[in-house]
């Protein structure tokens, strides 16, 4: 691991402020001596049409599962080869680079940069996606809008580049790729460990909200054909008659300097937030973020609907806005808020939801369909909150158990950064690792290093929210 590997024995100043010290033998050369833009274009655009994941890198839009219209016609976009190195220049200043891993062609808003002699791809790929770099690349965008900032081809020629000797850039690359081969399966193995808690969770919810506390209670034919029988007492209505849809939205004489917390589907899983809500102003902000947020509402996502995204606003809040791609749940007054929550998070009603829902790789449900289920309640708030107190006291080991088990994900990806980091900046001495037998892994394992359902597209190619 990294703290069991000697740092180099000499070290000099990179000339580089915002880099520090290198190793003695390394240079800084700027990006133009490195790279060279290309820009041919497709004239029957009948390549195979790649898209940019935050999460995944360069990848046929087809094997992404997002919303395209995959018989569109790409004639015009740009054309990479193999170990070309493409840009988002709307979002360098978020590391957004990615090596083409096949042909293909790209938006014509990327930059395409085709590496020469002396400098390996996979090296630069890394390095340009460190705090340092990122902090640098943000420096250098033009724009008067955060959203629209750009980074131009000159611009990103002026940045130097460190640059070990070919063989060593070489074995930075295998010994990172060998890294990520043992924190992969380390996430893999928790997030498996996470669904399965996750399962357990929801067969509380499923028997408390279908069938109450009292065994004793007699059950009647709810008349909803994917639930079954009910305690004899509770009311059937459809969901919109228990809820309001979408009660309050951003309009666009919005405030552009409003500042808020923007829930997207990545953020969400099955009752939880997955990741840190970005903070964003309404200027800046993408045209899906509109549906506002308060405490005691729940959302369900419309769209991706196999994500089975849900989620309890249980703080108050007034900067909470959410994607278009949610519908938002607001409990009427003889509704315990908390209570819909786990209803909504329910087998019986997701399974009715991705049931109805259109599109196969891409499925949504419209939300005049959503309000039109129906749903069985308790007759009074008091019986919903004896539930959902309950449901809590039996959940609460669980709910503790994904925490531990979430916090471990997010302190290995932190280790993973600052090992990225150390490795392409010099700060440790790779030249004498060699492979083990455990070191050896497939894409498709290093996929598990990303989060499975986000899936964030670059805004310019939309990512199937709106």
Known sequence: MMHQLPRHEQYKESGLSWVGEIPAHWKTRRNRFLFREVDCRSTHGEETHLSMSQVYGLM??????????????????????????????????????????????VSP???????????????????????????????????????????????????SSLLPPPEEQDQIVAYLRAQDAHIARFIKAKRDLIDLLTEQKLRIIDHAVTRGLDSSVRLKPSGIEWQGEVPEHWVVKPL????????????????????????????????????????????????RARRVLRRGDTIISTVRTYLKAIWYVSE?????????????????????????????????????VTANSIGIAYPAIAETVLGRFPVALPTTVAEQQAIVACIKTESEPLD??????????????????RLIADAVTGQVDLRGWQPGPDDAVSDDMLAALGDDDSNEFDEEEGNGED
């Open 60 to 105: 046929p839009s087809k094997n992404l599962g997002r919303k395209s219209l995959q018989s569109e016609n790409y004639a015009g976009g740009k054309l990479v080869a193999e170990h070309d190195l493409v840009l988002n220049r709307l979002k360098a200043h978020l590391g957004v680079f990615a090596r083409a891993k096949q042909v293909g062609v």
């Open 109 to 159: 808003d990327y930059t395409v940069l085709r590496p020469k002699h002396g400098v390996s791809v996979r090296y630069c790929e890394s390095l340009f996606k460190t705090p340092m770099y990122v902090g640098e690349f943000r420096r250098r965008t033009k724009g008067i809008v955060e959203g629209f900032w750009r980074l131009y081809t000159d611009d990103f020629y002026n940045v």
């Open 240 to 287: 919109k008659r228990w809820v309001r849809l979408n009660a309050k939205t951003l309009g666009k004489k919005t405030d552009p300097d409003f500042e808020f917390r923007y829930v997207d589907i990545g953020s969400v899983q099955t009752g939880r937030l997955v990741k840190e809500l970005e903070r964003i102003r309404f200027e800046a902000a993408p045209s």
């Open 316 to 352: 108050d809040a007034d900067d909470l806005i959410a994607s278009t791609g949610f519908a938002v749940l607001t409990p009427c007054g003889d509704v315990e808020p908390e209570y819909l929550g786990y209803v909504i998070q329910s087998s019986a009603f997701v399974n009715r």
């Open 400 to 417: 503790e158990a994904i925490a531990r088990a979430e916090d471990e994900i997010k302190l290995i990806c932190e280790y993973r950064d």
